[in-house]
């Protein structure tokens, strides 16, 4: 377990729901990893890279929507400026993505 944070803390991140628009592989990546443009509604597009690419597809990715925190500041992944990061449930087998059971507006808040 990660040390116990408090609730001003955690009141810091901002999680939101996105619909990806695009996704490519990211061939600079030193591990495996797609690229995905994200749309988030009023708060704009925003770029992920993320290793997803042993359980998904480009084609099954198209459209899904998925929860991200947007407020972290902006790092570079290989030669990517990666603006958000998605979130996942990660284990030694599987990454699966964390996204909402029915279709919301991007945008929304996760709370």
Do not use: E, H
């Not at 084609?59 to 290989?78: E, F, H, S």
């Not at 284990?91 to 507006?105: D, F």
């Amino acid at each position: 377990m990660i040390k116990d944070i408090n609730f001003d803390d955690f009141s810091k991140i901002d999680i939101r729901v996105g619909s990806i628009i695009d996704a490519y592989l990211n061939k600079d990546s030193v591990k495996s990893a797609f690229i995905l443009i994200i749309d988030f509604g009023p708060l704009g597009i925003l770029k992920s890279s993320a290793q997803l690419t042993k359980n998904y597809k480009v084609k099954n990715l198209l459209g899904v929507q998925v929860t991200a925190v947007i407020n972290l500041p902006v790092k570079q992944i290989g030669k990517v400026m990666s603006s958000c990061l998605v979130l996942a449930a990660v284990n030694q087998q599987n990454t699966t993505l964390i996204k909402p059971s029915t279709k919301v507006l991007n945008g929304t808040i996760v709370a």
